[in-house]
């Protein structure tokens, strides 16, 4: 508070008194001037600083931004922000101003709340002190601390909450924090609780946006008709950046009831699937506590700390999905659809975010309703087109069965009355010839059908051929022998109805002129399919109508492969028909 | 009642398609010893003219669209036990078989215009032969028991109704049924139509819906 002129020079005489009088009015004069300029100038200064505070929507921006003005309004050398967690007691976040990156990290941890910042929180009143370390609540610095002397520090509310504590140390110039001072910071913190509950909210409604925009994306995908696999997997991806998760696992129930991991989201691998194979099953999850957990369809947040014992297996099968720590938060959201399972959305985070991972819960629950919601729909979708499907290939069924085959029937019958009464053998070797043809036509269209009903019936391949030798008995007498291997079910669907007809006509043929007593068919899968039927009969008629073994011929080019049929020693036949998995060929 | 060798047979057709009655008829009256005396397209029609020609052999489609085939067949055995049936199909063997021993047919034809030797069936038949050998009952009657373990709809056959059932595939009319078991004719005929049903043998409209909604398990499959 010094002017700007030389203390005025001695003077003599009468005059001195009242030129000192004068002069020291002067001097107060000017220096109230100067007092009251400078208020003006500090009040303009804070008004400015609300200005910027306010103006920011950026959390951690605005958070920075608060402690820099807090430090130039009142000269302070250094300056902080501690944001209190959710427990009201602890410091999660520390903002500071004056520190240099070396210097912070030199110091180490950041405070968590001793000593008085630790006061401050408890008692949430404004606080100045000419020396930090001789308050009585005083804890020391850690190393490496610069060394502070003077303090002032406010509580920053958010509506009556505290959000958190604005300190301030070391007034430059080494004089102390004044009443001034005080006033102005309380009047910034006021501002600055506004600015970081606007920031906040636009902080959360952003955050919304996000969830929103995913469950949307997920909806999306589901009702596309994308697999069910990949939408989970960009579930467990987007859901596991939100929630700024170390990991995320979505299991669905499977028709058995199995819970299979459909997706494993994780962090730096950025590798989403189920970690085997592409097109592989997941794990399943077969722990018996599941179905309680996902019947109940309440969420559950299972905080584990090292040491816990191992009652919280849920969580640890989880945590073992992934390359993170045995330990941590982690959140169990059951998808559901009312009292129908549909599976879970596993979420699990580092231990240190404990502190966060409340309000995440509340997110995570609507999505997984979301979820449970498009995957519904987008199953009852599927289902209805296949039904659709179906009947239409019902209807071309009955449409053949009842009209192509009795027209054709019908008109066969006739030829073969012209026939019977054509005068010329030669009329009536053609019509014979067109009779027989139209009966090829008849045996095709009654395969086509068969076929249909097949496609009608997608069911298990090794079930169906096994149903097949089974009913082949009652023609037989006797049980066929059956042998097939596991590559059964990894067939191109074309090969699949090739496969099951090439099987009944093998059989039939057997059962109806070989006379065996026994009969073996095997399946095989590799490179190729070989289905092998051999038998203990009277061998191959050279005289039998050969339509059924040239069918299975056409049956077996269509996929590069060939049919050999060889005797068998010391009676019998072997029948080798083998098929390429790849596409069918022309032919 | 038997013809002899040089005697006409008479033979009534009942098939809901036109085109194939008069594609039977023309070949059947190409055989001289064969009259067709009448036909049918539908199982009212059947029921109202077969009693009026007397027929030696009644040829049915097992579908037809009020109602099935092998329900009128049955009818018309029990009534008039000298007209004999042949039931004509265009399905496979599992459900022809099937059909016939229903019916209390002396046989099943598929319709297939060479192979069928339908004249040689129908003279076989006419001349009192059975063309259902006691295997084949057997075999129709493994396939249900076989079908009614995965289908839902045969588990739900009553004692009853699989008493009728038995009694069927002993070849029994609907009036011997009636006597062995102490019902009515008319009681009979009522649990073989919910037999038929519940196999899926009823009329066309009845089967498609049935069909549309149960895949047909593999072992029934048509041969081709």
């Not at chain 1, 404990?354 to 729909?377: F, N, R």
């Not at chain 2, 039977?24 to 003219?49: I, Y």
């Not at chain 2, 129709?140 to 709809?153: C, F, G, H, I, T």
Request: hydrophobic fraction near 40%.
């Amino acid at each position: 508070m010094q002017g700007p002129h030389p203390p005025a020079p001695p003077h003599p005489g009468w005059l001195s008194t009242t030129a000192l009088d004068l002069d020291d009015l002067l001097d107060e004069l000017r220096s109230r001037a100067q007092a009251s300029s400078r208020s003006q100038q500090r009040l303009e200064a804070l008004l400015d600083a609300v200005m910027a505070i306010t103006a920011g929507l950026d959390l951690p921006e605005v958070l920075t931004r608060i402690v820099d003005c807090a430090c130039d309004l009142v000269d302070a050398t250094y300056g902080a922000l501690g944001v209190l967690g959710p427990d009201g007691e602890h410091l999660v976040e520390f903002v500071t101003h004056g520190l240099t990156q070396a210097e912070r990290d030199a110091i180490g941890d950041l405070p968590r709340g001793h000593g008085v910042l630790g006061l401050l929180i408890r008692e949430p009143h404004p606080l100045r002190l000419d020396t930090l370390a001789d308050h009585p609540a005083s804890y020391g610095f850690p190393p490496n601390h610069p060394p502070m002397g003077s303090f002032m520090g406010t509580p920053v509310r958010i509506r009556e909450q505290v959000f958190g504590n604005l300190y301030l140390t070391e007034k430059i110039g080494g004089a102390r924090f004044s009443d001034e001072d005080e006033s102005i910071l309380e009047a910034l913190a006021a501002a600055a609780g506004i600015a970081i509950d606007n920031a906040r909210l636009y902080e959360r409604t952003m955050r919304q946006r996000q969830w929103m925009e995913a469950t949307g994306e997920v909806s999306q995908m589901l009702l596309e008709g994308r697999d069910e696999a990949a939408a989970m997997g960009y579930l467990a991806g987007r859901a596991r950046v939100l929630s700024r998760a170390d990991l995320v696992v979505v299991a669905l129930q499977d028709g058995d009831g199995r819970l299979v991991v459909q997706a494993v989201d994780t962090d730096g691998s950025g590798a989403t699937g189920t970690g085997a194979s592409p097109g592989a099953p997941g794990p399943v999850l077969d722990d018996p506590r599941w179905p309680h957990l996902l019947q109940g369809g309440a969420p559950l947040l299972l905080l584990t700390r090292p040491g816990d014992p191992d009652d919280a297996t849920l969580a640890a099968a989880v945590r073992a999905l992934g390359p993170v720590s045995a330990h941590g938060p982690t959140a169990l959201v059951p998808v559901h659809l009312g009292s129908d399972v549909i599976g879970v959305l596993a979420v699990a985070w580092p231990p240190d975010a404990e502190p966060v991972v409340g309000h995440l819960l509340d997110l995570l629950v609507p999505l997984a309703h979301q979820v449970a919601l498009a995957l519904v729909a987008a199953r009852n979708q599927h289902t209805r087109g296949q039904l659709a499907l179906l009947e239409e290939r019902e209807r071309i069924a009955r449409d053949m069965h009842d009209h192509v085959i009795q027209r054709l029937f019908a008109t066969g019958l006739s030829l073969q009355a012209t026939s019977r009464v054509a005068g010329s053998a030669a009329v009536r070797t053609r019509l014979d010839d067109a009779v027989e043809a139209l009966d090829e036509a008849i045996k095709d269209i009654r395969h086509t059908i068969f076929e249909l009903h097949r496609q009608n019936a997608p069911s298990d391949l090794r079930r169906e051929v096994e149903d097949l030798v089974h009913a082949a008995q009652d023609g037989l007498g006797f049980p066929p022998g059956l042998t097939l291997d596991d590559g059964l079910s990894s067939l191109p669907v074309e090969l699949e109805a090739d496969l099951v007809a090439v099987v009944r006509e093998a059989l039939a043929n057997v059962s109806r002129h070989a006379r065996a007593t026994a009969v073996q068919l095997s399946v095989a899968t590799g490179d190729t399919v070989t289905v092998t039927v051999s038998d203990d009969g009277v061998g191959v008629d050279p005289q039998a109508p050969t339509s059924g073994l040239a069918n299975l011929r056409a049956r077996a080019e269509r996929h590069g492969g060939s049919l050999r049929l060889e005797p068998r020693s010391p009676h019998g036949t072997v029948l080798t028909w083998t098929a390429g998995l790849g596409p069918p060929g022309g032919g | 009642m038997q013809p002899e060798d040089s005697t006409a047979i008479r033979i009534f057709l009942v098939d809901d398609h036109e085109i194939v009655r008069r594609g039977l008829r023309e070949l059947l009256e190409s055989v001289p010893r064969f009259e067709v005396v009448g036909e049918a397209g539908t199982a009212a029609e059947a029921l109202a003219r077969i009693p009026a020609t007397s027929p030696d052999i009644a040829i049915f489609d097992a579908r037809l669209p009020d109602g099935s085939g092998i329900d009128v067949c049955r009818e018309i055995r029990s009534r008039y036990p000298a007209t004999k049936a042949l039931i004509l199909t265009s399905f496979d063997d599992e459900r022809a078989l099937s059909s016939a021993v229903l019916a209390g047919a002396a046989g099943y034809l598929l319709k297939d215009i060479k192979g069928n030797g339908l004249v040689d069936a129908i003279l076989a038949v006419a001349a009192g032969k059975q063309l259902l050998t006691p295997a084949d009952v057997e075999r129709a009657r493994r396939s249900w028991a076989r079908e009614s373990q995965v289908d839902p709809r045969l588990q739900s056959l009553s004692p009853q109704e699989r008493r009728v059932l038995d009694h069927i595939a002993r070849g029994m009319t609907n009036r011997e049924i009636g006597l062995t078991l102490s019902l009515a004719e008319k009681t009979v005929k009522n649990y073989v139509t919910a037999v038929l049903g519940k196999l899926g043998m009823e009329s066309r409209t009845q089967a498609a819906v049935f069909a549309a909604t149960h895949p047909p398990s593999a072992g029934g499959a048509a041969s081709p």
